[in-house]
């Protein structure tokens, strides 16, 4: 690894990248073709089965108009019938655009507009959601159809700088911005995995992700790149920590990749004793308490960094109990980290700066957003060729050279492992009758789970009882535009936002202020606010005391 007092590099290693990482998924196919590689309850599938029926399915969609090139949606649970799907359109030279199926139609359509696809795999069940313009192809009947093809692949032409998938974001705008991601920058992040944090064909990695979050990816591939197996979580297990459990316990999981709230669901639900467990913590920062926690329960631990434009992961490392300080680590392989100031110079020696990625991992850009990709992902100034990704958080090495991270620069934020922009929210807030101006802040609760609170300016005051109506009139429209994990866990009716000395909202003091008492899952309990806990608190909130008028009912 080279760094200096602002840069920190991954070592340079070689790798497929003009292989797709159907291919290489394909070669092990032909390596391990009689081993299981997916499970998910009493299905088991074996390499063989995997590659031959994703063959199948890819001739169906090639008849049914898919062409190199064209971008597919899918819109599925986690499920054997998902990874199948979304090997076959690449197999087709086409590329993918994950949708949860429980997002908003109007949030799906609108990704389905915005990435021009052409056709949507969903189940019948789900159909509807869509707009005209879009051919629904239902995985029920291309399932049937499938079996009629030749279990052969299609002769392919699909290169690592091909597109592999186009993942949506929030964005700032009020819209969600497409990720642009290639194949080569999947295949590097895959292969610098398979030995950092490690994974064997002995493993069995449990996948507990929705399609649309951008991890996803390393649970459905990675294990099937190294000839492991994959051991697919139902969806009500992975919300209820006791079946989550019993679930790692029963299928001898080895690896889980999951987000430090689903690790606080499978401790509160009674986790005591160690298991046979690695585990790799992402999404949000990993907290000291947490860190603790899960060292005692498991076999080794990761904390893992990267946002969706460099690919899934940038940096990691591995916690060990006598860390004094949790930090994200050092870059994978063939990546580059630079801590920059406002004026794209590297920083001075124990100065925090902007954290921003270069090397393989980049991705190509935003779809139909020429001038957010020019903002964002800039020529390298450090280097002769490539791309360098702002990601607008802010970090310093530390002295044995590991990356500490600081936080955001800006207002975005990260909730259950979502990346959201609070503008997407105070903008659909903004549209609601009755709200004259909205802030969306993150605030974590006594558990130290980050949870979104909503401060509102109405245009007309209301009573609790009466802003208790209409919050629940609110909340329904907002689903309609916003996923769940978008809408605000609490609301707070407010006569005006604290104001900086600039003269802009102050959001460090709405987020830093009370924490709020009560059951935050509970419905129809009205929350209160705590006396301040320390000095600088205390300094802060009396004047805030004055414009905060009431707190609204939690979700």
């Known amino acids: 690894m ?31 073709a009689d081993k299981i590689a997916i499970v998910a309850g009493d299905q088991e599938l074996t390499y063989r089965v995997v590659n031959e029926t994703a063959n199948q399915l890819s001739h169906y969609l090639t008849q049914q108009g898919v062409k190199p ?62 707009d005209a313009h879009v051919s629904e192809l239902y995985v029920e009947d291309a399932l049937v159809s499938a079996s009629r093809f030749a279990k052969g692949a299609l002769v392919g032409t ?12 929030s964005g700032s705008t009020g819209q969600p911005k497409g990720v642009l991601v290639e194949h080569h ?29 951008d991890i996803a990816a390393v649970e459905l591939y990675l294990p099937l790149l190294v000839g492991a197996t994959l051991v697919i979580a139902d969806t009500p297990s992975t919300r209820n920590g006791s079946s989550l459990l019993g679930l790692i316990q029963r299928h001898h999981i080895s690896i889980l990749q999951a987000t430090p709230i689903t690790f606080r669901l499978l401790i509160t639900a009674g986790w005591q004793h160690r298991l046979p467990l690695k585990i790799m913590c992402c999404g949000e920062p990993l907290s000291p308490l947490l860190a603790h926690q899960l060292l005692d329960r498991c076999d080794s631990l990761w904390n893992l960094y990267g946002p969706t434009e460099t690919t899934i992961y940038s940096t990691g490392k591995q916690i060990l109990p006598t860390d004094q300080l949790i930090t994200i680590g050092r870059p ?50 450090f280097a002769s060729t490539g791309l360098l990704y702002r990601t607008g958080d802010l970090g310093q090495l530390t002295t044995d050279g590991e990356i500490q991270f600081l936080g955001r620069i800006d207002q975005q934020i990260k909730i259950r492992g979502y990346r959201i ?5 105070e903008h659909a807030l903004g549209n609601l009758n009755g709200i004259r101006e909205a802030v969306v802040v993150a605030r974590e609760d006594r558990s130290g789970t980050p949870r979104l609170i909503g401060y509102l300016i109405l245009t007309t005051s209301l009573t609790d009882q009466d802003f208790a109506v209409q919050l629940n009139q609110w ?5 309609n535009s916003l996923p769940a994990y978008m809408i605000p866990a609490t609301f707070i009716q407010v006569e005006r936002f604290p104001i900086t000395l600039n003269g802009k909202i102050d959001r460090k003091s709405l987020a830093a202020g009370p924490n709020l008492v009560g059951d935050a899952k509970s419905v129809g309990h009205v929350a209160q606010l705590a006396a301040p806990q320390t000095t600088s608190s205390t300094n802060r909130w009396p004047s805030i005391f004055t414009w905060l008028k009431r707190i609204a009912l939690k979700k």
């Not at 590099?9 to 003009?18: A, K, L």
């Not at 064209?70 to 649970?77: R, S």
Request: charged share 20%; with cysteine; hydrophobic share 40%.
């Open 475 to 479: 909340k329904a429209t907002l689903k």
């Open 158 to 169: 699909t290169s690592g700088a091909d597109l592999a998938y186009v993942l949506y974001t």
């Open 69 to 130: 090139g064209d971008v597919v949606g899918v819109a599925l649970d986690r499920s054997p019938e998902l990874i199948l799907i979304l090997l076959a359109i690449l197999k087709t030279g086409a590329a993918y655009l994950p949708i949860d199926p429980t997002f908003p139609p109007q949030r799906i359509q609108f990704m389905l507009r915005d990435s021009a696809a052409q056709f949507l795999v969903t189940l019948k069940a789900d159909q509807d959601k869509t």
């Open 332 to 381: 994978i392989q063939n990546t580059r980290v630079y801590l920059l100031n406002e004026t794209q110079q590297m920083v001075q020696e124990n100065c925090p700066g902007e954290i921003c990625i270069a090397g393989d991992g980049v991705a190509r850009g935003y779809h139909n957003r020429p001038d957010l990709t020019h903002e964002k992902f800039l020529p390298n100034p």
């Open 2 to 32: 080279i760094q200096n007092v602002s840069s920190s590099s991954g070592p340079q290693v070689e790798y497929p990248r003009e292989i797709p990482i159907h291919e290489l998924i394909a070669q092990q196919a032909f390596q391990s």
């Open 421 to 425: 922009e609070p503008g997407e929210i």
């Open 185 to 213: 920058n999947l295949v590097n992040l895959l292969w610098s995995m398979v030995t950092m944090p490690g994974i064997s064909k002995e493993d069995r990695l449990l996948a507990v992700t929705t399609v649309s979050f």
